[in-house]
């Protein structure tokens, strides 16, 4: 979810961190009784480890071969530090959740991770999870597949719809010159309100270019990728539309990048990014916040001319590994462990039921499985058809680096009304591809 992967490499820690975390592998596999012991790093996050040890339990009755130890990743400094300390420590587990594609390239590149697709089972799992087309946007630059997404959270953008019908507006705008009209509308009739109040737009963070750059150009490019393995290979249009229509709000003053506390609840800006999971906080927070009435959701806005159906954008999307240093039999056992969870939509059934997060399914809309979840729960039917439209993040190891850029050069300049977006798009692909190289 919103939050940071700090990238630090593992030589500088001290292997203690992971203590109590899990076994070195070494101590790991078949026992005298016949049993194969794996051990499963969780996110950590108790639901997600409520949900992992449930399973384990069950898939145990029937794969009593089988062992498996459900543990958090260490928090601190950040799990992906605690898994390369892990790594360097010869203490890492046979396989854990929380990997985002970034990351997971940084840990296929150092031969860390086992390429799923040559384990026998991959292409089983696949199809009978109905995942073809989402797993699609997870294959890696050397055409490997390291990850198993588990969820996808298709990042959606938020709208006031209760202001919006104040405008003379029922329903959310598709396109850019859609929502310049609202902007010059919103300041019309409320000077002191903005149609974007949001402080991570002025701050060069890598991850925050996800919830707002990323949606946006996926859209614009029709989920075009922006990096493949060592090559910028961006829409060089999309890229520079995207900044544009970002400074056509700045000039309409319909942008506010600064730290204000709870700025769309309060109604202070009218359109913000809204993942699945803000509305249990919502619930209890913000009771107001009621879907159709106060708010409603949207897929990005696309620039003019461009079909405003099945419009892609960015997902929050994190998955399974299995890691290099488990031993053949952990591997086969692993294997077995995933091929049993994601035979049964049940599982995915409970683990939405939850957490809230997507399954990563093709049919997460149409699959009688979840039809009684979603009626329960109409706020996530959005997420769920969008799932197929979602496109993951970039594969690179150094996308910290990368999408800070997308900051420093491009979007943060825009915002600030310090560059043209032109000549910030170009500053940004020049970082890139020297960085690249």
């Not at 975390?21 to 026992?31: D, L, M, S, V």
Request: hydrophobic share 40%.
């Amino acid at each position: 979810m919103k939050k940071g992967a700090s990238l630090l490499f593992a030589a500088t820690m001290a292997v203690s961190v992971l203590s109590g975390c899990g076994n070195k592998g070494t101590e790991q596999g078949a026992g005298n009784d016949g049993v194969t012991t794996i051990e499963f790093w969780a996110a950590p996050n108790p639901t997600q480890q409520v949900y992992w040890e449930a399973v384990a339990k069950e898939f145990e009755k029937e794969n009593p071969e089988i062992k498996v130890n459900v543990s958090a990743i260490k928090e601190s400094p950040s799990s992906e530090a605690s898994i390369q300390s892990a790594i360097a420590g010869k203490s890492a587990p046979t396989m854990s959740e929380n990997i985002n594609r970034g990351f997971a390239a940084q840990l296929a590149e150092s031969k860390a991770l086992v390429p799923l697709n040559e384990l026998e089972g991959w292409d089983e799992i696949v199809s009978a999870r109905h995942m073809t087309e989402t797993v699609k946007g997870w294959t890696f630059a050397d055409g490997n597949q390291y990850v198993l997404p588990i969820y996808s959270n298709p990042m959606l953008f938020g709208w006031r719809l209760d202001i919006l019908k104040e405008l003379g507006v029922n329903e959310p705008p598709k396109t850019y010159s859609e929502m310049l009209d609202v902007a010059k509308k919103l300041k019309e009739k409320y000077p002191e309100k903005y149609v974007w109040a949001k402080a991570d737009l002025a701050d060069p963070t890598a991850w925050k270019r996800w919830f707002d750059f990323f949606m946006l150009y996926d859209a614009a490019s029709e989920g075009n990728n922006f990096i493949e393995g060592n090559n910028f290979v961006a829409d060089d249009k999309a890229g520079i539309n995207v900044l544009t229509f970002i400074d056509n709000l700045r000039k309409e003053d319909a942008l506010l990048a600064k730290q204000v506390t709870d700025p769309f609840e309060t109604g202070l800006g009218i359109f913000t990014d809204i993942g699945p999971w803000t509305f249990t906080y919502w619930a209890e927070k913000f009771p107001e916040m009621k879907y159709g009435e106060t708010f409603t959701l949207a897929a990005p806005p696309v620039p003019d001319g461009m079909s405003t159906e099945n419009v892609k954008t960015f997902a929050d999307t994190k998955g399974l590994v299995i890691y290099a240093s488990a031993t053949d039999e952990q591997k086969k056992a692993a294997m077995e462990f995933m091929k049993w969870i994601y035979s049964d939509p049940k599982n995915d059934l409970e683990w939405l039921e939850k957490t809230s997060l997507p399954p990563a399914r093709d049919d997460l809309a149409t699959n009688e499985a979840f039809t009684t979840f979603f009626e329960k729960n109409p706020v996530l039917q959005p997420y769920a058809e969008a799932v197929p439209n979602a496109i993951p993040s970039i594969d690179n190891a150094k996308y910290n680096e990368l999408q800070t850029y997308i900051g420093q050069h491009a979007v943060n300049p825009v915002v600030k009304g310090e560059v043209d977006p032109e000549k910030g798009w170009n500053e940004m692909k020049k970082a890139i591809e020297g960085d690249l190289k």
